[in-house]
């Protein structure tokens, strides 16, 4: 099982960046995918999350600015970010769920950070 993320980078505070996780070794669509942020210093913390039929959910301080998704067919979930924020730096691992036996695999994690 791998889980490859891409897409980070440093940008200025308002600026967007979007992030991919290409899974490989799972039957996607079983799969809940997720977003965590790791701040530096702090616990890693949920952002995002979409099953397999679409139903999403976001930690509060990223609603209206983050958007996930998911393309079943390419195996890729994806976080596209707007607004940046400088709170918003850390490292982002994508986490994959399976909805019947709740087996979980992460990526390596991709840095993202904002600077003011």
């Known amino acids: 099982v791998q889980l490859q993320a891409s897409g980070g980078g440093s940008v200025q505070a308002g600026g967007s960046l979007r992030l991919s996780c290409a899974a490989s070794g799972i039957s996607f669509d079983e799969y809940v995918m997720k977003w965590y942020r790791q701040a530096p210093g702090k616990q890693r913390e949920l952002v995002a999350s979409?099953?397999?039929?679409?139903?999403?959910r976001y930690e509060d301080s990223v609603k209206g600015r983050n958007t996930i998704s998911r393309d079943n067919a390419k195996n890729t979930v994806y976080l596209q970010m707007y607004s940046l924020k400088p709170e918003d730096t850390g490292v982002y691992f994508c986490?994959?769920?399976?909805?019947?036996?709740?087996?979980?695999?992460w990526g390596q994690g991709t840095q993202v950070t904002v600077s003011s």
């Open positions: 979409i099953s397999s039929s679409g139903f999403i």
């Open positions: 986490n994959a769920v399976n909805k019947w036996d709740g087996r979980n695999f």
